[in-house]
């Protein structure tokens, strides 16, 4: 492979190119790539096999806890060492079967106490009433940072619906804003005092509850105008929030709904637009969307870092595809490293990252 890309007709092959795809066993490809890549590597996501311990899917899903723990743990001692010390973080896919011996691994591995989060991805919109116990709604993925210390998530843009809660009925110079309960439950001992409106209204918290600042506090915001009084001045007061002064963004929670990241159904979807198959079951069954992936890469990347993002159980390529499509959008310069050992590497993920990449 050295002599190979020694005889490439670039000075930067990293440089020249958007991304690499690896057709290999993992374990090997990730020990023959570990020496130009350590620690240059911000973002790994994987969906490994979820051992469920059926045979319908066209790889094996069937092994005994202890050897499939053994495999996770082997692939990430390795893949740990790709990882930046500072901003290194990994997302893995996983269900029920498996996410008690999936966190002992990482806990072993990473350590507990670079454990992130567990998030919980809505993976359905409609209830299985083939089921025998539940219908399986959700998967979790798993969420572990190299050095927890060092890393900050990026926060998620605002979504259209969240800035629409923002105007300027009283054309404020500071802007548009959003107002909010100034009472609450929690006893505040400063809280209990009346206020008079301009319109002359007088207002106490109700029975229960109590003003969140201090009356002085209170004064202090009426006369910077970051009361509201609503439009004839005679309302219950709220705070005004400017959006100038809150955070440019959401900070990421862990519960992910389809709505908002896909789901299973709109996976095999995005699949069966840009590959043909012969027949449509060979698409695989555990396919994970594209929005799934761009909102992993919205928490741990930014387009203005040129970012290398791995994923070595590469499956389908829905990670090379989400990469491509973020950076399509905002002009980023992520690159993607894939690995998949399967027969659908020339089948599947080749013509799919071919076609995406070369089709608007």
Not at 70 to 80: D, H, W
Not at 296 to 311: A, K, Y
Request: charged share 25%; with cysteine; proline share 5%.
């Amino acid at each position: 492979l050295r002599r190979l890309l020694e005889a490439l007709p670039f000075d930067d092959l990293d440089e020249a190119t958007d991304g690499l795809l690896v057709y290999g066993e993992n374990y090997q490809a990730l020990r023959l790539l570990l020496e130009r890549y350590r620690d240059q590597v911000k973002c790994v996501y994987i969906d490994p096999p979820y051992n469920t311990g059926s045979d319908e899917f066209i790889y094996k899903d069937r092994y005994q806890h202890s050897s499939w723990l053994s495999l996770i743990r082997e692939r990430l001692q390795i893949v740990r060492q790709f990882l930046s010390e500072k901003e290194g973080y990994i997302f893995v896919s996983i269900d029920d079967n498996e996410y008690a011996n999936l966190k002992t691994a990482f806990d072993l591995v990473f350590g507990p106490y670079n454990f992130v989060a567990t998030v919980i991805w809505q993976k359905v919109f409609a209830p299985k009433n083939t089921a025998k116990y539940f219908s399986e709604d959700h998967d979790y993925i798993l969420v572990y940072a190299r050095n927890k210390a060092h890393w900050q998530p990026y926060l998620l843009p605002r979504s259209g619906e969240a800035e629409a809660r923002y105007n300027n009925p009283d054309n404020d110079p500071r802007g548009p804003w959003t107002s909010s309960d100034l009472t609450a439950r929690n006893y505040y001992s400063e809280g209990q005092y009346e206020v008079a409106s301009p319109g002359g209204k007088t207002f106490r918290p109700a029975i229960g509850t109590y003003w969140r600042v201090s009356k002085d506090k209170f004064k202090e915001l009426d006369q910077d105008n970051r009361i509201w009084w609503g439009e004839d001045g005679n309302n219950m007061p709220r705070l005004k929030r400017f959006l100038s002064e809150v955070k440019p963004g959401v900070v990421p929670q862990t519960l992910w709904k389809h709505e908002d990241v896909g789901n299973t159904q709109e996976a095999k979807k995005e699949l069966l637009a840009v590959v043909t198959f012969k027949r449509t079951e060979d698409v695989l069954n555990t396919l994970k969307p594209t929005r799934l992936i761009r909102r992993i890469l919205q928490i741990t990347t930014t387009s203005q870092l040129s970012t290398w993002i791995t994923d070595f159980f590469a499956g389908s390529g829905t990670t090379g595809h989400a990469v491509i499509n973020l950076n399509r959008e905002d002009g980023g310069r992520r690159k993607f490293i894939l690995v998949e050992m399967g027969e659908y590497f020339d089948t599947v993920l080749l013509p799919r990252i071919a076609k995406v990449m070369y089709t608007p």
